[in-house]
């Protein structure tokens, strides 16, 4: 039998449930960056878009009564396996108090360690699932939470795919705002993977231009054709491939920005010509390196009021 969950579609079948659902990439349109605090991250203004690049999560989850809780995850291509999955999946079903299986299995499109929040969306979305299909019995403050604890960029994937937010605080203090029209990008990942904690650890605060005062502020910055990203240095210290790109991109006319703490580098296009000229460049650049194009994604017609 199929039916609808909260927007999930849902097959039930001999006592178990069958989910499949997208975990989107991001894009920061700005990432404004400030001074370490005393607990070690650093106080930040972003604003956050989904892609239309998703990674694919099964979930399959035994309705019949266990007295453990058991959350597999599969994710082939992910070293070390999903284990921001699994801790969410198992915190979540402790603070439910229910004991059943869980099976996840992901399909990763998403680079992993390239700065587009794959493992983040992995995680709340596998987390936002699993919650919907056992009847959504937590507080939505207690799934943000959860997701906060796994990392500081995971709450605004709770979202889900078509969605734009400012997130201040270490990023995961999330305000929804109006999406931003589809576009399309090019995304070059040099397949070299950045450490998100070496790349800030390697910032220079004192360079910061200052915080956008309030989310006004960081629209404004976020829709400018030149995008900040105050890690880019930062990122393109790390990584020869990232500077690369950047330079290369910018001297062919485009207007470059680092995707996060990188390694991936992304491209606005204007037009398929564009498409075409700005890959023999990231190619050139970067022999070898994986080219995507996305599209910043407004929300399906049916998510809306
Ligand atoms: O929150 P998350 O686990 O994704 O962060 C990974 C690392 O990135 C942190 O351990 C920290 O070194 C750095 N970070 C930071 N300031 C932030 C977010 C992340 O310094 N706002």
Redesign the pocket.
């Known amino acids: 039998m199929t039916r609808r969950v909260n927007g999930i579609e849902v097959v039930e079948q001999e006592g178990t449930l069958r989910a499949t659902v997208l975990a989107p990439a991001k894009l920061n349109l700005l990432l404004a960056v400030g001074a370490?605090r005393e607990d070690?991250?650093?106080e930040?203004v972003t604003v956050m878009q989904t892609l239309d690049l998703t990674d694919r999560i099964d979930v399959d989850i035994d309705l019949w009564e266990s007295d453990a809780i058991d959350v597999l995850v599969e994710a082939p291509g992910v070293p070390g396996g999903d284990t921001l999955v699994t801790r969410g999946v198992e915190e979540l079903l402790r603070r439910i108090g229910t004991g059943v299986r869980v099976w996840i299995t992901i399909e990763k499109e998403i680079p992993v360690g390239g700065g587009l929040g794959g493992g983040s969306s992995d995680a709340a979305t596998a987390l936002r699932t699993v919650h919907e299909l056992l009847g959504a019995p937590l507080e939505e403050a207690q799934l943000v939470e959860i997701a906060a604890s796994l990392?500081?960029?995971v709450p605004f994937f709770l979202l889900g795919p078509g969605s734009t937010a400012v997130a201040t605080g270490?990023?995961e203090l999330i305000e929804q705002v109006e999406p931003v029209p589809p576009r399309p990008w090019l995304l070059a990942f040099p397949n070299t993977h950045q450490s998100?904690?070496a790349v800030?650890?390697a910032y220079d605060p004192t360079v910061s231009r200052g915080l956008p005062a309030d989310a006004d502020a960081a629209l404004r910055l976020a829709r400018a054709r030149d995008k900040r990203n105050d890690l880019a240095a930062a990122a393109r210290a790390a990584s020869p491939e990232v500077d690369r790109l950047m330079t290369a991109f910018a001297d062919a006319g485009g207007e470059p920005v680092v995707c996060g703490s990188g390694a991936t580098v992304a491209v606005p296009l204007a037009s398929h010509s564009d498409r075409v000229a700005f890959e023999g460049v990231a190619t050139t650049a970067v022999p070898g390196c994986w080219l995507r194009v996305a599209w910043t994604t407004a929300p399906a017609t049916d998510d809306i009021g």
């Open positions: 370490p070690g991250y650093h930040l990392g500081s960029d270490r990023g998100t904690a800030y650890g």
